[in-house]
T-cell receptor
Framework: DSGVTQTPKHLITATGQRVTLRCSPR?????VYWYQQSLDQGLQFLIQ???????AKGNILERFSAQQFPDLHSELNLSSLELGDSALYFC?????????????FGPGTRLTVL | AQSVTQPDIHITVSEGASLELRCNYS??????LFWYVQSPGQGLQLLLK??????LVQGIKGFEAEFKRSQSSFNLRKPSVHWSDAAEYFC?????????????FGTGTLLAVQP
């Protein structure tokens, strides 16, 4: 158990809908990262937050957005969903947010778009 | 193009045999290098990482990796594989010495262990 929690574990929705994925980092970690793992694209970095501020941005679509709240939990919002958005979405956390820190991954949320 | 390559999609080894998983990168400056393991239905776990210094890095679960600048490689090794090592292994790179704060992952190598 990494100490990172993600909810829900599974999500099934329809095209065009909007969903919110939630992540709680390990106690004491200030930074949260979001990743997408799909058969087509592999494992891709989406976005990073540190203490409420966006720190780095990867291949995140404009339809997707994220935020980190004062209690340090983070949410990833996916809107206008397409079939190709079906994937496993991971959250990871680290202490300081520098890439040299160990990132601890949550178990993921599996999103299925029908 | 800049990339991280794991040439072996799938590898099968016998329990007790040695293991080497290959990883090559194509970034100009020496990047930060990582190996992660993903067990079925679980998130990723960091095995080891390299930033600078001694090119042979020891990690958890008996794994080690060697950085070879001349070959742009960071291969993962284990002298004796256990059945519990069956999983998918990902090499990852933070380009430009970590300056971008982003991890680029390889496509993964799926390891099967035969009894």
């Amino acid at each position: 158990d990494s100490g990172v929690t993600q909810t829900p574990k599974h999500l099934i929705t329809a095209t065009g809908q909007r969903v919110t994925l939630r992540c709680s980092p390990r106690s004491g970690d200030l930074s949260v990262y979001w990743y997408q793992q799909s058969l087509d694209q592999g494992l891709q970095f989406l976005i990073q937050y540190y203490n409420g501020e966006e720190r780095a941005k990867g291949n995140i679509l404009e339809r997707f957005s994220a935020q980190q709240f004062p209690d340090l939990h983070s949410e990833l919002n996916l809107s206008s969903l397409e079939l190709g958005d079906s994937a496993l979405y991971f959250c990871a956390s680290s202490v300081s947010g520098h890439i040299s820190d160990t990132q601890y991954f949550g178990p993921g949320t599996r999103l299925t778009v029908l | 193009a800049q990339s991280v390559t794991q040439p072996d999609i799938h590898i099968t080894v016998s329990e007790g045999a040695s293991l080497e998983l290959r990883c090559n990168y194509s970034y100009g400056a020496t990047p930060y290098l990582f190996w992660y393991v993903q067990s079925p239905g679980q998130g990723l776990q960091l095995l080891l990482k390299y930033f600078s210094g001694d090119t042979l890095v020891q990690g958890i679960k008996g794994f080690e990796a060697e950085f070879k600048r001349s070959q742009s490689s960071f291969n993962l090794r284990k002298p004796s594989v256990h059945w519990s090592d069956a999983a998918e292994y990902f090499c990852a790179v933070a380009p430009y010495g970590g300056a971008t704060n982003k991890l680029i992952f390889g496509t993964g190598t799926l390891l099967a262990v035969q009894p």
